[in-house]
């Protein structure tokens, strides 16, 4: 059992970064991998990185690759994503996600509320 709540969304240009954070309730949290996926208008929700429980293995979606960095503070229960060189499709409502079991295929079990980011052109 984990509650999670996103932070850090926000409206930003192209080419900015933001940071967004992920706090986790609970004890289990460093136990799961934590993951983001994201959803934008008319569009269904994909993932985009996750990561596993002790920070050393990382996956991403290519459309991130290179831009997005995910990472962990098991002592804070909190689970980053750091998004640099911002485009405009980059923008959606970003959900922290976690799965009990595995990093890899990671799918959501427990989930955030969602925070938007809103990135112009």
């Known amino acids: 059992q984990v509650q999670l709540v996103e932070s850090g969304g926000g409206l930003v240009q192209a080419g900015d970064s933001l940071r967004l954070s992920c706090a986790a309730s609970?004890?289990?949290?460093?136990?799961?991998?934590m993951g983001w996926f994201r959803q934008g208008p008319g569009k269904e929700r994909e993932f985009v990185a996750a990561?596993?429980?002790?920070?050393?293995?990382?996956y991403y979606a290519d459309s991130v690759k290179g831009r997005f960095t995910i990472s962990r503070d098991n002592a804070k229960n909190t689970v980053y994503l750091q998004m640099n060189s911002l485009k405009p499709e980059d923008t959606a409502v970003y959900y922290c996600?976690?799965?009990?079991?595995?990093?890899?295929?990671?799918?959501?079990?427990?989930w955030g509320q969602g925070t938007q980011v809103t990135v112009s052109s």
């Open positions: 990561i596993n429980w002790s920070g050393d293995n990382t």
């Open positions: 996600a976690a799965d009990p079991t595995r990093v890899a295929p990671f799918r959501g079990v427990y």
């Open positions: 609970g004890r289990t949290f460093s136990s799961y991998a």
